[in-house]
């Protein structure tokens, strides 16, 4: 475990938010914690406030190298079986994108994170020339079984061209970095000046966040970032973006697989409501599940001040 200064301002002054959860002198260094269905929920190390900016983050925490380590040598079956929910929380995820975007045009994405590449599939479908970075090499190979365009590492390892990007989007990816910052100002050399990146985070100010507390349920070992809006906007200004909206945004499930999920925490309420929906012929019916909680943020890279370039240094 290594003990980490605050990742927006620099500071080493913060306050427990949270005691760890941890079974006492226990790190959970198993790789199986970070698979992305896994439901190690209410199980986490010490979280704490930055009492200068806000910022809430895990601290001490697993070192940088055991993390990416961890993420390079992920498997999880379990994702490719939940493709179809995650299909349509994507492709729903793209229509707020595009009003922002206009039509893809052929235009470049890049998916951070992009996992077994459906947002990169979907977007490609939409008319995007779409790529995605991803450490996982199980992942990667997965993702380029379907034909699609993976790059295996980082923002930080991988080859990528500067200025080549139109958008840039991060799903659910920023609460698992370990330099959140640093991540941003890479992303941001990446984009052409005026592009656009989408970040999708969970939101600890969130009035669902504030009113559940310490029973949160997406306080878990493998987040070591909780952005409030207000924090995710000063770190995306500090990295050099202009903050265009952020909002809420939920996901979206097919019916017989969200009354599974209510069966697993209340037996007496989600057993006869998937048998209900099963006998309905309804399982099949996408739903929107937004409970606040879950944000986007849509921020810009300026285009360069006029004049910029006739004055060389
Ligand atoms: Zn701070």
């Avoid at 045009?105 to 459906?118: E, F, K, Q, S």
């Avoid at 990528?160 to 920023?174: K, Y």
């Avoid at 941001?188 to 949160?216: N, V």
């Avoid at 070591?224 to 909002?247: C, D, H, N, P």
């Amino acid at each position: 475990m290594e003990q980490v200064t605050c990742n927006l301002c620099g500071a080493d002054d913060a306050e427990v938010r949270f005691p760890s959860t941890l079974p006492k002198g226990q790190s959970l260094a198993d790789w199986t914690a970070y698979r992305c269905t896994h439901s190690g929920y209410g199980v986490h190390p010490t979280i704490v406030r930055c009492r200068h900016c806000g910022l809430v983050y895990a601290n001490p925490r697993q070192e940088e190298a055991t993390v990416r380590e961890t993420y390079e040598a992920v498997k999880d079956p379990l994702y490719v079986e939940e493709r179809e929910g995650r299909v349509l929380t994507f492709e729903h995820h793209l229509r707020p994108l595009e009003r922002l975007t206009g039509p893809p045009n052929g235009r470049t994405l890049l998916d951070i994170g992009a996992y077994t590449g459906v947002f990169v599939e979907i977007a490609g479908r939409h008319g995007w020339d779409a790529w995605g970075v991803e450490p996982s090499r199980w992942a990667v190979e997965v993702a380029r079984k379907r034909g699609l365009r993976m790059i295996q590492g980082t923002t930080e390892t991988a080859d990528l061209p500067e200025g080549g990007f139109d958008v840039v989007t991060m799903w659910d990816v920023i609460e698992h970095l370990t330099d959140p910052l640093g991540e941003l100002r890479r992303t941001h050399r990446l984009l052409k000046p005026g592009g656009l990146l989408a970040i999708h985070t969970i939101d600890i100010g969130s009035l669902l966040a504030r009113l559940m507390g310490g029973r949160w349920p997406w306080l878990m070992e493998m987040h070591l970032y909780y952005f409030s809006r207000s924090t995710l906007r000063m770190m995306l200004e500090k990295a050099g973006f202009s903050v265009v909206q952020i909002r809420a945004q939920g996901r979206y499930l097919r019916l017989g697989y969200l009354m599974n999920r209510v069966a697993a925490f209340m037996p007496w309420l989600g057993r006869p409501a998937e048998h209900l929906v099963t006998r309905l012929r309804l399982r099949r019916v996408a739903v929107a599940v937004n409970l606040g909680d879950l944000c986007t943020a849509y921020a810009r890279k300026p285009l360069s001040p006029p004049g910029e370039n006739e004055h060389p240094v």
